[in-house]
């Protein structure tokens, strides 16, 4: 096939790439070769609009063992242990083909760990769809969450927490993000760096099938009105061929036969084998004739593109293939020398004898494109003036079941009872709390877990919002007693060539940045994924955020729930009534305008290591920090948890209640402690110069607001965990 400008265009590349493939070659590229460019060259794969603003993050740290530039991050736990962890996206796929799009996100994401030598311990997911009235959202959902929990359970790995959001902004785009963390030995770690000439280069796993071709063209593209014929893209997932391919590796793994590792993700073959050579500053000869398929006569660019699932490449020393062999016969998985390291600093591909591909690895890694593209900075919104008049005619009870009852605040028990979230036995925070928190198995030691994003305050202003969702996942982490220590993120957001929406991405960017810095919580992974939109339409900026941090024992791990009648009810932090963006202004007031609420990172990391002192101090006995829906709303959720009511006392803070109670201040914490405790709890705070009031005693069964107001638990359980089970019921 003859290879001009229109073939180009159509594998997504722009003219002037073109131009300058050609210039790179001193020839024309062939329709292998130039399907090679299009996968290394796509922003999916190269990251050209975003490499420039993601060198600015923050990497590095003191239990910070691998940065960005792996498959995945890892952090030291101490006593030489480590974990690995990354979160992904899969939204066009999931957006198209809701079960597989989901399920092989997953799949992708656990290979990016076990790759690294990591036994995968945990999964946690963040998934955001349209209106709930819009007509695609339910499936979505459905099969989503079916996909999520189908691969996750098969692969007998718990889903321990995960976020679940509706905006009318993902009606055309939804966004499906995958998180695992892996446990491994510090000096068992492997690397996807290629190592020496004439070593013998390994195909392992399932065979290729031509599933997926394109996914990541795909995946760096928008969306038209031609989505359904995009399904081809969208590659099939297989846990249990999965399962065999984790244990083969690890048994591999155990032994000194592996030089490097990398797993077949995007790209497939292209970009694993591209990776692992340029990481070497070597070159790789491959024959396609020797590569498994389960499909007849395909070409070398069908092989080459293929994204079929559940295939790993493997650079191996000398005379170890037997050995190898033997372990990939033993779980019934094709293996296959297919190549071997050079010194030609080239990628060969042969086939049927004949050499079809050349191309210098330099030209596809180093040169490929870097875009510094323009970019609208975006202006602190002015706040509302809020009209008192309508204040005051609400009454607090209604407004707390309207927000308790909303799809974003309500329970997501529906889902996440999908997921087997106990597998492995050592899971001892579930879902539905602050973090997930899994045991170091056979230690007194915990990870803790969570995923969070925050698009309505990136919407309003993004490097607010980048700061804030940092700041939450601190917080997150803090609430169950573990000290944060990285984070990874998940960037999601519409076309960089629209200066808006890069702007978005800049400044997002920028106060990730800052408040991890700050914060000293660094980015240790990472995923870009642009072009969610639909036509001109697109997503709300969604940076999702993956924070790890750890519990040296975890008996001093903490739980949301309220637990004993008597106990005092604190709030730590300021509460300034900040209601512009706040889940009661969009729900409430229809106001969708203002600014999001300030993050002050002095605050956030004194209020946040203060609660820690005392959490080590056993001072706490139960925590929750404040976000969506305010201090009534947290408050609530701790009763319902706890199956225990509070009285309220009048709060000496002068704004009005409803401000007061709604309001999203950040840096804000609700904790529980013993009245015996006050004292020293008092003390220590005043040192460390925490604000904080005491807000209400622990009762039976009622939240008593004041004289005129009071819920039952058993009221606020019905306002709370029946909204989605009804929504998907119907």
């Known amino acids: 096939m003859l290879v001009n400008e229109k073939v180009a265009i159509e594998h997504g590349l722009k003219v002037d790439e073109y131009k300058k493939i050609c210039n790179l070659l001193n020839r024309t590229p062939n329709i292998t070769e130039l399907g090679i460019f299009s996968a290394m060259w796509n922003e999916h794969c190269s990251y050209k609009s975003s490499k420039l603003h993601l060198k600015k993050l ?7 063992i691998q940065g960005p530039g792996e498959n995945a991050g890892v952090i030291d736990v101490e006593d030489g242990d480590a974990i690995v962890f990354k979160v992904e996206s899969h939204n066009h796929p999931s957006f198209i083909e809701p079960y597989q799009g989901a399920a092989t996100g997953v799949g992708g994401i656990m290979r990016d760990v076990f790759t690294m030598g990591a036994r995968p311990i945990a ?67 492997f690397y996807s760096k290629a190592a020496g000439l004439n070593k013998p280069v390994i195909y392992v796993g399932s065979k290729t099938g031509r599933d997926g071709i394109h996914g990541a063209s795909m995946a760096s593209a928008s969306f038209d009105e031609k989505i359904e014929d995009k399904k081809p893209t969208v590659q099939v997932g297989d846990p249990f061929t999965e399962k065999l391919l984790l244990e083969a590796c690890l048994e591999l793994m155990a032994g000194d036969s592996i030089i490097s590792i990398q797993d077949m993700g995007a790209a497939g073959l292209t970009s694993s084998s591209i990776e692992m050579a340029s990481k070497g500053n070597l070159g790789i000869e491959i024959n396609l004739d020797k590569v498994p398929c ?73 040169n490929s494109p870097t875009y510094d ?93 980048g700061k804030q969702v940092v700041a939450e996942s601190w917080r997150n982490l803090i609430s169950v007693g573990a000290t944060p220590i990285a984070i990874t993120n998940c960037l999601n957001f519409g076309s960089p060539e629209k200066e808006e929406n890069m702007g978005e991405f800049v400044e997002c960017v920028q106060g990730i940045g800052e408040a991890s810095e700050y914060l000293k919580f660094p980015v240790v992974s990472g995923n870009v994924s642009f072009y969610n939109q639909t036509k001109d339409v697109g997503i709300k900026p969604t940076p999702t955020i993956g924070g790890v941090g750890l519990i040296k024992d975890y008996n001093k791990m903490i739980t949301m ?16 009534g900040h209601i512009d963006q706040s889940l009661f202004a969009r729900t409430i007031l229809d106001e969708k305008n203002g600014p999001p609420p300030e993050v002050n990172l002095f605050n956030e990391k004194n209020n946040g290591e203060s609660l820690l002192n005392l959490i080590d101090k056993n001072l706490i006995k139960s925590a929750h920090d404040i976000s969506l829906g305010g201090i009534l709303t947290a408050i609530a959720k701790m009763c319902i948890k706890g199956d225990k009511g509070i009285k309220l006392k009048r709060s000496k803070n002068l704004i009005n209640e409803i401000e007061y109670f709604f309001s999203e201040d950040q840096g804000r914490y609700i904790i529980e402690i ?9 003390k220590i705070l005043n040192k460390n110069s925490v604000h904080h009031e005491e807000i209400g005693v622990i009762i039976d069964k009622e939240l008593i607001i004041n004289e005129k107001t009071k819920v039952t638990i058993d009221e606020l359980k019905s306002y709370n965990t029946n909204w989605l089970t009804n929504y998907m019921s119907k």
């Open 58 to 64: 923050p990497t590095k740290g003191k239990k910070v």
């Open 123 to 189: 999964n946690l997911n963040s998934i955001h769809f349209g209106s709930p009235q819009h007509k695609k959202t339910k499936n979505l959902l459905r099969g989503v969450v079916h996909g999520i929990g189908g691969y996750g359970n098969c692969m007998g790995i718990p889903t321990i927490a995960g976020q679940t959001s509706f905006d009318s902004s993902y009606n055309g785009n939804i966004l499906v993000n995958a998180m695992t963390l892996g446990l491994v030995k510090k000096n068992k770690i």
């Open 294 to 366: 389960r499909e007849s006569k395909m070409t070398p660019y069908e092989i080459m593109l293929s994204e079929s699932q559940e295939r790993m490449l493997i650079v191996l020393e000398n005379g170890k293939e037997d050995i190898a062999k033997k372990i990939f016969d033993k779980w019934n998985l094709d293996f296959a020398v297919i190549g071997k390291t050079t010194n030609s600093k080239n990628i060969e591909l042969i086939f049927n004898n004949e050499k079809v591909a050349n191309i210098p690895i330099n030209n596809l890694v180093e």
């Open 373 to 465: 593209r323009k970019w609208k900075k975006s202006k602190l919104p002015k706040k509302n003036k809020i009209k008192k008049e309508v204040v005051k005619k609400l009454k607090i009870k209604d407004v707390l079941k309207k927000v308790l009852s909303s799809p974003n605040v309500c329970s997501k028990e529906w889902i996440w009872q999908q997921y087997d979230h106990t597998v492995m036995g050592d899971t001892i925070q579930k879902p539905g709390g602050d973090s997930g928190v899994v045991r170091i198995h056979g230690t007194n030691k915990a990870v803790a877990a969570s995923i969070d994003s925050s698009a309505v305050y990136c919407w309003a202003h993004p490097l607010t919002g």
């Open 561 to 576: 729930n309220f637990k004993e009648n008597d106990n005092l009810v604190l709030i730590l932090g300021k509460t300034e």
């Open 674 to 682: 013993n009245p015996k405790d006050l004292k020293e709890v008092t």
